[in-house]
Structures are given as structure tokens and as C-alpha cells.
């Protein structure tokens, strides 16, 4: 949704995350692991993967609700 906080940080639909603030997504560290980490309001920085090129991402996280 490009009204979402993700939408507005510049990701889109098939990117993925393939790391936040560094610490690599796996299988023992799985994407909601690490976000769990962090709080509404906190800015983390996201590696992404997006048709074969890595871009850094810098995202402030929001409670979204849905619409």
C-alpha cells in the first residue's frame, strides 16, 4: 500500500528484506524477529533486495491500521 509506512519509506510488492540495522535475516533470525526488536517511532535501516540490485531502505516504523 503506498499509503503505508513501507509504501512511504519506497518498498514495494516482491522486494526482500534481506536485513535490518545490520543483523542478517535467516532462519534462526527470521524478519519478525528482528522487527520485534524495535518499537513504533524507532528509524531502522533495511537492505532489499529489488530485481537483482541491494538498496538500503531507512524506514520509520508506525502502527499501521487497516483500512
Same mark, same amino acid.
Given at each position: 500500500?503506498?499509503?503505508?509506512?513501507?509504501?512511504?519509506?519506497?518498498?514495494?510488492?516482491?522486494?526482500?528484506i +534481506?536485513?535490518?540495522?545490520?543483523?542478517?535475516?535467516t532462519?534462526?533470525?527470521?524478519? /519478525?524477529?528482528?522487527? !520485534? %526488536?524495535?518499537?513504533?517511532?524507532? +528509524?531502522?535501516?533495511?537492505?532489499?533486495?529489488?530485481?537483482?540490485?541491494?538498496?538500503? /531502505?531507512?524506514?520509520? !516504523? %508506525?502502527?499501521?491500521?487497516p483500512?
Open positions: 500500500d503506498p499509503s503505508s509506512p513501507a509504501g512511504q519509506a519506497g518498498l514495494q510488492e516482491n522486494d526482500v +534481506t536485513s535490518v540495522n545490520g543483523q542478517k535475516i532462519q534462526d533470525y527470521p524478519f /519478525i524477529r528482528v522487527l !520485534l %526488536a524495535h518499537r513504533p517511532g524507532d +528509524t531502522i535501516s533495511l537492505m532489499v533486495l529489488r530485481n537483482g540490485k541491494t538498496l538500503q /531502505i531507512q524506514l520509520t !516504523l %508506525a502502527v499501521s491500521t483500512a
